[in-house]
């Protein structure tokens, strides 16, 4: 089984996502992803991967026109019920009409999840969904100002979930390996990510190849990208 579809259809992580509603300010993620992505009234919007489609449903209340794609049934069974339209689908499929949409987002570090050939297809489809002079935000984290003080270890708490990750770069694969520890109520779940680290040049290049013709980087607080970004948010957009 994909590490990623074993880990979300987790009885651990669903917990988490599913109160994520409650542990961050969801009405200011929306607003940074409208203002970076500039997106005029009425826009139509792709979300990818959409999970509960928190972003999703505020920026169709701003008066967008938004679809979410997702691999996760239980995800978009929440993100359903605000009238979001949604698609169950792999992100690697192109499964909307080519050139629909004004903007696409990929949130929360969901890039670099495959295999080199999967990630450039998750890349191909963004591309193919967005119309000419359309753009596309994707926030992520980079090698450039991970590496240096690379942190093996984190703990954090959702609610009464323990979280811990146990964390390995590979140099050879340039993937971060990840072991991830849930625990709550005396029960415990562990699991193992691997997610490809790029750095800036390198999800550039690989966005050029797939269409992308000019880019904008931005850390998490749409500052200019620079060496005390913690994240990146890459914003690419497709030529006229």
Do not use: K
Request: charged fraction near 25%.
């Amino acid at each position: 089984m994909d590490w990623w579809r074993d880990l979300f259809s987790s009885r651990s992580w669903q917990r988490l996502q599913l109160s994520w509603e409650d542990a961050d300010d969801a009405d200011a993620d929306a607003a940074q992803v409208e203002r970076v992505l500039r997106l005029a009234p009425g826009s139509r919007v792709l979300d990818v991967p959409c999970g509960t489609g928190r972003i999703a449903r505020r920026l169709q209340a701003d008066g967008h026109r938004v679809v979410g794609i997702d691999a996760m049934g239980r995800f978009l069974q929440e993100a359903a019920r605000s009238d979001v339209q949604v698609i169950c689908a792999d992100m690697r499929r192109t499964v909307v009409r080519p050139g629909t949409f004004d903007a696409a987002f990929c949130l929360w570090g969901s890039f670099g999840y495959f295999d080199d050939a999967g990630n450039h297809a998750q890349a191909r489809a963004l591309a193919d969904a967005i119309a000419p002079g359309g753009r596309c935000l994707i926030d992520t984290i980079a090698a450039d100002t991970i590496l240096p003080g690379f942190e093996p270890h984190a703990s954090w708490d959702l609610g009464d979930t323990h979280v811990e990750e146990d964390r390995r770069y590979d140099e050879a694969t340039e993937r971060i390996e990840t072991i991830w520890s849930f625990t709550w109520a005396g029960e415990r779940e562990q699991r193992a990510t691997s997610v490809r680290l790029y750095s800036l040049a390198q999800l550039t290049d690989l966005l050029t190849e797939v269409g992308f013709g000019s880019f904008q980087a931005f850390d998490g607080e749409l500052q200019p990208f620079g060496t005390s970004s913690m994240r990146l948010w890459l914003v690419a957009t497709v030529p006229d």
